[in-house]
């Protein structure tokens, strides 16, 4: 039985890939995989039963349908789809994977997962963490921040465990927490001042896009905070509890199990 991690040196799928053990092949563009490329997929899917599929590039089209094409073809029996709230609507870019892996011909299992709370110590978030200011345009707005350890290990579950087939997981924390509240606790367990600033959308749309950001995606991740800042996208799912029986990890216990950098440390 081998599984190949999409994104496998990433939030989720290192731990996807630590989970698994010696059943993973990890892919990613520094192990010589592309999806850019199709000439590289092949040889990433010889052998393999199970593939964890990760869209790393939110703008990068319909190669993730295809490669889902590619590995069925190539004998993967198993699908498990790294998606994301309301993928399931026309127009996310995420839908047409989801739809590709529901009708691939293999088992499948989509997941859902709210904002990673990995955002702040491995994501977009860590180097205003590291900074000492946090700017995002959520306003007063609160996340129900999931930990990449649960998605992790529901979606092991769902790669080794048949139960899983034909279910659609949203995965969310305990608790929404606004973004004063979650850089205040991550401050208190650093011992270092960190602020969390409100900035307009426009500004912020325009900063991602100067750090080179494709615009329609720097658009669409500013519309995921500002729905968020408009009271929109905190809602509690049960899909850990379901996946897992058991209920999720909070985010005070993400803050307390995380090695934070110091100021001179690089982020990545
Ligand atoms: N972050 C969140 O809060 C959140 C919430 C809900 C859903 N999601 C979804 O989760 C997915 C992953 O997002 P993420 O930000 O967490 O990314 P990530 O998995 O942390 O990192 C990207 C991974 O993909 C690999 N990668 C990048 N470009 C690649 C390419 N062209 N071909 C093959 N591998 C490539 C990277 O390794 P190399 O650099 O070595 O290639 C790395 O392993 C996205 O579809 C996103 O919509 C994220």
């Known amino acids: 039985m081998t599984t190949l991690i999409l994104g496998g040196t990433g939030k989720t799928g290192r731990r996807v890939a630590r989970q ?31 593939v964890y599929l990760v869209e ?8 993730l349908p295809r490669f889902v094409a590619e590995a069925v073809s190539a004998g993967a ?25 529901r009708g691939g011909g293999a088992g499948w299992t989509i997941l859902r997962p709210n904002w990673f709370a990995q955002n702040f110590s491995e994501g977009p978030w860590a180097v205003g963490i590291r900074d000492g200011a946090l700017a995002l345009p959520a306003g007063e707005g609160r996340a129900p921040f999931v930990d990449a350890e649960d998605i992790a290990e529901v979606a092991a579950a769902a790669l080794t465990d048949d139960r899983h087939h034909g ?22 367990a650093t011992g270092r001042k960190i602020d969390y ?19 329609p995606v720097a658009n669409l991740l500013t519309g995921l905070l500002v729905d ?7 809602d509690l799912a049960d899909g850990v509890q379901r996946a897992l029986g058991r209920p999720p990890r909070s985010f005070e216990d993400f803050v307390a199990s995380t090695s934070w950098p110091r100021g001179d440390e690089t982020v990545a």
């Open 77 to 101: 029996r198993r699908l498990v789809l790294l998606s994301a709230p309301r993928a399931g609507e026309a127009g996310h870019p995420l839908h047409a994977a989801e739809e590709a892996v």
């Open 167 to 188: 279910r659609v997981y949203e995965l969310t924390g305990p608790r929404a927490v606004g973004f004063a509240e979650a850089t205040a606790l991550i401050a208190r």
């Open 228 to 234: 968020l800042r408009d009271g929109r996208g905190a």
């Open 56 to 63: 790393p590039n939110l703008g990068a089209g319909d190669r």
């Open 20 to 50: 698994l053990g010696a059943d993973a092949r990890v892919a990613s563009r520094t192990r010589g995989f592309d999806l850019a490329d199709p000439a590289t997929w092949p040889a990433a899917l010889a052998g393999v039963t199970a």
């Open 197 to 215: 600033v409100d900035v307009a959308p426009d500004a912020f749309v325009e900063r991602q896009v100067r750090y080179g950001v494709p615009e």
